[in-house]
């Protein structure tokens, strides 16, 4: 029923531990799992690392070398496309998902091809900085439609900010019903290595985005 994802480059192997972990401990049985790893130097640390996590879970495991130089969204792009289900999640290798998170996004699922939860933000060392609610559209942890990507046309040389080029697809096609939970549901990590850190570049990729 639910493809959950994560792809990873040089992830904090901790970070990706949690998040493998929580996948695994989600109380919603009905999904697979996809780790894509694009270019990270200790893979084969990550891969028996994650073998022995979800030994329960039916897992695939996707490795890119570095060599081919992919970015965040080829990365995304493969891993949708080794995708079993109807519905899609991203986990991302350094946020990790509380163990209802599927069990409450698929229950309203019925009529909507977007939900998305609120979350909660915390720190390199797991501590809450912020603890007001969150309903941005973000589409990490969001239950998404794979039928939707369809609709996404990235940027020639787009390297990162999928979840703009999802807002301007959703925006184009009101045909995709978009809901909001207000639960919080998983836990976002903020650091200096985050792709969205850079906050020029952040706005220089919308603008280019949004043209």
């Known amino acids: 029923m639910i493809s959950v994802y994560t792809v990873n480059k040089n992830t904090e192997i901790e970070w990706i531990r949690q998040c493998a972990e929580a996948v695994a401990e989600q109380k919603f049985r009905k999904f697979d799992y996809v780790f894509l790893d694009y270019g990270s130097e200790n893979v084969e640390q990550i891969y028996y690392m994650l073998m022995d996590i979800l030994e329960d879970v039916d897992f695939k495991f996707v490795s890119i070398d570095q060599k081919h130089d992919f970015s965040f969204i080829d990365a995304i792009r493969t891993a949708i496309s080794n995708c079993s289900f109807k519905y899609v999640l991203r986990a991302d290798a350094d946020d990790f998902m509380h163990r209802d998170c599927l069990k409450h996004l698929i229950m309203h699922s019925l009529g ?3 939900i998305y939860p609120d979350y909660y933000v915390i720190n390199e060392e797991n501590i809450y900085i912020e603890v007001k609610m969150h309903n941005k559209f973000l589409p990490a942890h969001a239950l998404i439609e794979k039928r939707v990507y369809n609709k996404v046309n990235y ?3 787009q390297k990162f900010r999928d ?10 096609h009101p045909e995709f019903k978009v809901k909001h939970v207000e639960e919080r549901l998983f836990f976002y990590r903020k650091h200096n290595n985050s792709l969205t850190s850079n906050k020029k570049e952040v706005a220089k990729a919308d603008k280019e985005i949004n043209r």
Do not use: D, M, R
Request: glycine share 12%; proline share 0%.
């Open 112 to 114: 909507n091809s977007v």
């Open 155 to 157: 940027k020639n040389g």
């Open 163 to 172: 979840g703009t080029s999802l807002e301007v697809a959703l925006e184009k």
